[in-house]
Structure formats: structure tokens, C-alpha cells
């Protein structure tokens, strides 16, 4: 766990120390300072809302900054108007861009009637050097601005606004050194995500990730082992390993060392119970890591496996580097090693030069791997990107109708799988009351699936027996086994 004492043995009286993390500790308690003066000023402590879009990644980097801004002296809330907004932004399609420029004109009014109120924008549409221009010029109410490689600058950052009153924007263009050991603090207190890597080298043609996130880096696997120890020994039962491509970890390293192998020893961590990861890319999934997913006991029975397009033409000129055949065939490998493993995925719909045979493809491939359930996206334009000058770009009511055709045969096999495992008992890990109704606890199986069931909120961060009653579309109702808790 985060040791505090190494954060308050550093002297602010004098200059701020140029070594990482000590640096970031020095403006932690500048910062503070100012805090407290800020709570004596309004008598009570000054709010912050971090608004989180995209992928685990940014949940990941929400929750540090949290840990950041907690230490400051800040109190989060849920409400989207606080003392200080700060958005944590995903530029992966163009309907996440136009989302924060929606709230910046809401903001704005805010902020009008609350000169003192701090807006900042954090994360990868920051890394776009064209969205920092129209911020700079259309969004001068914006404090602070910066990407994904500097995130663990939050508080210099901050602190470099309040003393000069004045916008500070600081976007590296490219990746730096990994700098760790900030405090962190968990929305669960039972389960977190884990960076084991950073960066993409895939650059799948229409993917904006690799420019903006940087180049692939692994962390050493003892830093990762060490981490997780004292997550458990602070309470957490379930992690997800957390890279863009978590298959090719190690790769960076000057051990190398396989995904595969991390896996086997996350699963010997005394007390840890589940283990999940995010995101596999298929032309990586090796027979290795099939083989320890079935024999670690801890690694959850769901597999994220994104298939994009079942068209091997498009799959080419997406730059996935494998065929429709290929990815069929490690499925069967992987229901082979793994039989009750659950699959999900990820589909683009209306990929340039996409035709309606292509199309057909990929409902084939959805037919014969019978998903879960799949994130479906429609094609979005990404400039910078190879795709963006592709030729052909698919017309948007073909796109629209195709995408439709997707969903409703991905909701019918879905119902039919979850139809399948009623009446079964399978243990489930209890997240959180349900926001809809405080007399049911929900929480999700090992293959990701929730499930709701009449319960207190004790039952929370535990792993219960539960029979499966009811199958609601992409959840399930059920009963806790009596006498199990
Ligand atoms: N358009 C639509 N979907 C995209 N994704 C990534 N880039 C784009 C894009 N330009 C999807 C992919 C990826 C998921 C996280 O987002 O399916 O797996
Ligand atoms: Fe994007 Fe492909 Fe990297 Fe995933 S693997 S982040 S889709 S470039």
C-alpha cells in the first residue's frame, strides 16, 4: 500500500525536488496548504467531480488522480457541479469528443455564476494537438489541460494554476518515464483494476489508441506482484489486469516474460480470489496462455476477445493480422481448453469499403462463436488514422441498418445463453446496492454477467452462492443459497 510517510517527509520549505515521485509529493502538500485555506474560506472542504469516459484504463488514471486530489484536501462527489470538474476524456470515437465539448458550454455557465469553480480536461482526446487548439481558443474558461503521459503531474499541475491564476496547458507529445508509487484510492474497496502495461504498437488501421496512448511498455512483473500483494492485504479479492494488449506483455522487458506467466503467479497470491484482464488481441493469444487460463483457478471464465470485422478482406485493412478462419479457429482452441468459458467482443460496423458480403461475414462469425454478449460500434472517423482516407467510406443509413441486423442477433443469442444457466448456482461477488431499488444487492458471476438478488449490504466485496432465477435480457435475478451467508 502507499506509504504516507514517504509523502510527509518531504520538505516544502524549500525548492521542489526534481526526482519523481518526490516531486509529485512536494506539490501534493503545496497544494494542501492552499486547500485548507480554501475550506476556512467557504467552512467547508471544497468539492471535486472527476467524470470518467472511455475505457478501464481511464478508470484506472480517475482513480489516482481521486487519490491525488483526496490527499489535497478535496472531497469527491457524484453530482457533475463541484468546486473543481475534472474530465477524463477518450477520444477513441468521434461521439466521446462531442460529448465534452457539450458539457464544456453547460460548464461555462457554471462557471459564470461561480468565478472560483476549476475546470480542467485530462486524457487522450487532450493528446490531439487540434482539440487542445479549439480548447484553447473556443474554451478559455478551461484551467488546466493535459494528456495521458503527464497524469501523474495532477498536482504540479494544479499547483502551477493557483499560484499564476492563469490556464496552464501541458500535453507531452510523446511517452516518458513510468512514474509510480502515488498514493492510490479504489471506487470498490474489494476490487481495482491493475496497469501491467501502457500503449498500444498495434496500430489497427481506424484506432486512434497507439497516438495517443504512446508506445507499448510493460511494467516488471515484481512491481505488479508487489501491488497486488497489498491491494489484497487492503481488502481487494478481484483484479483486472489492465494493458491495451495484455497479450504481448513482457515483450518490452529486459527479462522478457509471457502474459502467461504473470497469470500463473497472480493466481498463487494468497487471498486474491478472481482475476480478469483487459484487452486481448486475438493474433497474440497463445496456446500458452489457454493452457494457464484453464489451470489457474483464479482467472475468471470470460474472455474480452474483439473480433472487429468477420470479413478476412477487412480484417486486412483494419491491420488486425489475422482471418476470419484463424480467430474461428482459436475459439474452438479456447472452448477446447476452456469448455464453460464466456465470450464477449467488440464489432465495428461500416468500415470503409465494408460491403454487404463483408457484413454477412461477421454475423457468420457471431453465429458460430455465440457471444455473451458484444460491444457493437459504428464506424467513427478518426483523423490521423490510416482508415480516415481509406476510399468507400459506407454510406450512414446502410451503416445504421447493418448495425440494427448486428444487435438483434447478438440480443438473441445472448437471451438464449442466459436462458441456458437458469436454476444453476454459481458464486457471485457482490458489488453494490442496487441504485434502483436498495432492497437487491448486485453483483457479477466469474464470466461478468450481473446478477441481482435480495440482499443487505453487508454481503458487499463477498463471494456467495447464488441460484440463478431469472433471465432479463443481459442480466439475471437470483436468490442466495440459504444458510450461506
Ligand atoms: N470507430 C469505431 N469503433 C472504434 N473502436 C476503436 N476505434 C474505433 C473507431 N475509429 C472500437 C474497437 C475497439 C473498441 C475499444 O473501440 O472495437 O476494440
Ligand atoms: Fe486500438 Fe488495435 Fe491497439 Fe486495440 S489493439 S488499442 S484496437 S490499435
Redesign the pocket.
Known amino acids: 500500500m502507499f506509504d504516507y510517510q514517504r509523502l510527509e517527509a518531504v520538505d516544502v520549505h524549500g525548492e521542489a525536488p526534481e526526482r519523481e515521485p518526490e516531486r509529485q509529493y512536494y506539490f501534493m502538500k503545496k497544494c494542501h496548504e492552499w486547500a485548507e485555506g480554501e475550506k476556512k474560506r467557504m467552512g467547508r472542504p471544497p468539492t471535486v467531480s472527476i467524470q470518467t469516459l472511455g475505457c478501464q484504463m481511464n478508470v484506472k488514471d480517475s482513480e489516482k488522480m481521486t487519490a491525488v486530489l483526496m490527499y489535497i484536501g478535496y472531497e469527491p462527489v457524484e453530482q457533475k457541479e463541484a468546486d473543481f470538474v475534472l474530465y477524463n476524456t477518450c477520444t ?1 470515437r468521434e461521439n466521446a469528443n462531442m460529448k465534452i465539448y457539450g458539457r464544456l458550454g453547460y460548464l461555462k455557465n457554471q462557471k459564470e455564476k461561480n468565478p472560483e469553480m476549476k475546470i480542467a480536461l485530462c486524457g487522450c482526446m487532450m493528446q490531439e494537438a487540434d482539440e487542445v487548439e479549439r480548447v484553447r481558443r473556443d474554451y478559455p474558461f478551461v484551467d488546466i489541460v493535459f494528456g495521458t503521459h503527464n497524469i501523474y503531474k495532477l498536482a504540479e499541475l494544479f499547483y502551477r494554476h493557483i499560484q499564476s491564476g492563469r490556464p496552464v496547458i501541458d500535453v507531452w507529445e510523446k511517452e516518458r518515464e513510468i512514474v509510480e508509487d502515488l498514493p492510490g484510492h479504489r471506487k470498490y474497496a474489494f476490487k481495482t483494476g491493475v496497469n501491467i502495461m501502457y500503449g ?5 488501421s ?5 497516438y495517443v ?1 504512446g508506445r507499448e511498455r510493460s511494467r516488471e512483473p515484481q512491481d505488479i506482484l508487489d501491488e497486488i500483494r497489498g491491494l489484497v492485504k487492503d481488502g481487494v479479492v478481484e483484479v483486472m489486469l489492465l494493458g ?2 495484455v497479450n504481448s506483455y513482457g515483450k518490452t522487458l529486459e527479462n522478457r516474460q509471457t502474459f502467461a506467466q504473470l497469470l500463473r503467479e497472480v493466481n498463487q497470491i494468497e487471498g486474491l480470489r478472481r482475476i480478469r484482464f483487459m ?1 486481448s ?1 486475438p493474433k497474440d493469444l497463445s496456446p500458452e496462455l489457454i493452457d494457464a487460463m484453464g489451470e489457474c483457478e483464479k482467472v475468471c471464465r470470460h474472455l474480452h476477445l ?1 473480433l ?1 470485422s468477420g470479413s478476412s478482406r477487412i480484417l486486412k485493412m483494419m491491420n ?1 493480422h489475422y482471418t476470419k478462419e484463424e480467430y474461428l479457429a482459436l475459439v474452438e482452441r479456447l472452448r477446447a481448453g476452456i469448455p464453460d468459458i464466456s465470450l464477449t467482443t ?1 464489432i465495428i460496423v461500416g468500415f470503409p469499403g465494408e460491403t454487404e458480403e463483408d457484413f454477412a461475414e461477421t454475423l457468420d462469425v457471431v453465429r458460430k462463436v455465440r457471444y455473451d454478449s458484444a460491444y457493437t460500434f459504428i464506424y467513427s472517423k478518426r483523423s490521423g488514422t490510416p482508415a480516415a482516407s481509406m476510399e468507400g467510406q459506407v454510406p450512414p443509413e446502410i451503416v445504421k441498418e447493418r448495425f440494427e441486423r448486428l444487435l438483434k442477433e447478438i440480443q438473441a443469442v445472448s437471451s438464449e445463453i442466459n436462458g441456458s444457466r437458469l436454476g444453476q448456482v454459481a458464486d457471485v461477488l457482490f458489488e453494490e446496492v442496487n441504485s434502483q431499488d436498495d432492497s437487491l444487492i448486485t453483483g457479477r458471476l466469474s464470466n461478468n454477467a450481473i446478477v441481482h438478488c435480495p440482499g443487505t449490504a453487508d454481503w458487499i466485496g463477498r463471494i456467495l452462492p447464488v441460484k440463478l432465477t431469472e433471465s432479463r435480457g443481459f442480466y439475471y435475478m437470483g436468490e442466495i443459497v440459504s444458510g450461506s451467508p
Do not use: A, L, S
Open positions: 477513441v498500444c504498437n498495434n496500430f489497427c481506424y484506432c486512434i489508441v497507439p496512448r491495451q494488449n484487452t488481441h474483439p472487429q488486425r467488440d
